[in-house]
Structure formats: C-alpha cells, structure tokens
C-alpha cells in the first residue's frame, strides 16, 4: 500500500514557462513533506521540504504547496529551465512515529528549449 | 565538504555470489540509510541505522541480506548469496539527527548491481 503517491510518471514543459509536480498521500501522521531531485547516475538530492503547519514554502524558482485537508502537495518550479529535466521524488516523514523518509516513486519531468 | 560516497559504482557479478556495497556518510552525520530502487517499487528503504544502531530493519527482504555499521564512518550491505532478482540501485544516505523531515537525508551516487 503506496503511502505516498506520485501518480504522473512524467511531465513535459517549455522553457520559460511553470511545471507543476504533484504528490498525494495517506497517512495523517506526516508532518513533514520533502522534494529531492534526481540526475541520471547520481543520487537524489534535497531540494525543497515544508512542515505540516505552513501551507506554503518558497526557495528561489520552486515553491511548495500542501493541501492538509486533501492530503496533497505539490512543487512548483517557475520559470522551468532546461537544466530543471530530472525525476523529481516527493517523500514524508512522521519522526515521532519512529518512521524514516518514504517516497513515491517520482515523476520525470522534461524540460524543452 | 566530501559527500556520502559509495563503492564500488558498478558491481556485476554471477548468481550466488556475495556481494559488499559499502558506504562512508557525511563526516558528523549520526544517521545512515540504505535504500534500493527498481522500476517496480521505486525508492525503499531497506534499513536504517542512528549512532551506529540499526533501528528499523523492517524493509530488509529476507535473511540473504544483512547490514552493519561498524562505525561512525563506515556501513556495509551484504547479500548472501545474491539472486538476479536483487539486481537494482542501492543508494546509501546520512543525516543528522533521525533522518526526518527538517533534517534532510544526503545521498550518494549508488551501486548499480546486476547479478547475471
């Protein structure tokens, strides 16, 4: 039973214009929601993350927004640029429930010039 | 700052064979992690260790596989004897503290692994 869920495999965009990455999840208990992002042959790395109290958090071009009541988040990135291509993996946490990072299985998103 | 580096990069290696993935976390790091990706299921953790403890070791598949963390600096994964089906990416990562959410999870490149 997938707790996290990343249900668009993939994700298409010109350059200049918004990508929106979506992630959905079951467990009530999350209480904190992270982004990484992932090149081909490296590992994924920490982009952007946001604690259940806020609704919204912003880093530069990426934006995160969580919806608690649908249980829904999503990145995203404005202007997309080409070097932004990469699979983007949305994770939780519920640290007082002992529970390490889980993830979706991500989304790739495709960036074109 | 060196990041979690992983070795080797690449293993191939014949069905019933022992395989060593091995991992050096981020220096000052108390939390490490071993994750495996395949297509079908993603991203999941196989393990995790604090302070040199395994403290969930729920993901690991079945006894072939096991884990150590000898030290602050150093883990090991192990599979004995390995089977095609282990063929994947295995990611290794450090955090400080457990490993949650507002403490992020650091990564190295991966073992890919193919067991012919």
């Known amino acids: 039973d997938q707790q996290v869920k990343q249900n668009s495999p993939s994700l298409s965009v010109q350059e200049g214009r918004i990508s929106i990455l979506n992630c959905d999840y079951t467990n009530s208990m999350f209480d904190y929601f992270l982004w990484y992002k992932k090149y081909p042959a490296e590992g994924p790395t920490f982009l952007i993350s946001?604690?259940?109290?806020?609704d919204k958090n912003e880093d530069g071009r990426f934006t995160v927004f969580l919806n608690k009541s649908a249980k829904h988040l999503s990145l995203h990135i404005m202007p997309s640029q080409p070097g932004d291509s990469a699979v983007y993996f949305c994770?939780?946490?519920?640290?007082?429930?002992?529970?390490?990072?889980?993830f979706g299985k991500g989304t790739t998103l495709s960036v074109s010039s | 700052d060196a990041g979690v580096i992983q070795s080797p990069r690449h293993e191939v290696t014949e069905m019933g064979q022992e395989v060593t993935l091995r991992c050096k976390p981020i220096s000052g790091h108390n939390s490490l992690f071993w994750y495996r990706q395949t297509m079908m299921r993603g991203l999941e953790l196989l393990i995790y260790?604090?302070?040199?403890?395994?403290?969930?070791d729920s993901g690991m598949p079945e006894d072939r596989f096991s884990a150590k963390m000898p030290n602050a600096s150093f883990s090991t994964l192990k599979i004995q004897p390995s089977e095609p089906r282990d063929s994947a990416v295995y990611f290794c990562?450090?955090?400080?503290?457990?490993?949650?959410?507002?403490?992020?999870?650091?990564f190295g490149d991966g073992t890919r692994l193919s067991i012919l």
């Open positions: 994770a939780a946490s519920a640290p007082q429930a002992g529970t390490a990072l889980i």
């Open positions: 990562a450090s955090s400080r503290g457990t490993g949650g959410g507002n403490q992020p999870q650091h």
């Open positions: 260790f604090n302070n040199n403890v395994p403290i969930d």
């Open positions: 946001i604690s259940s109290i806020k």
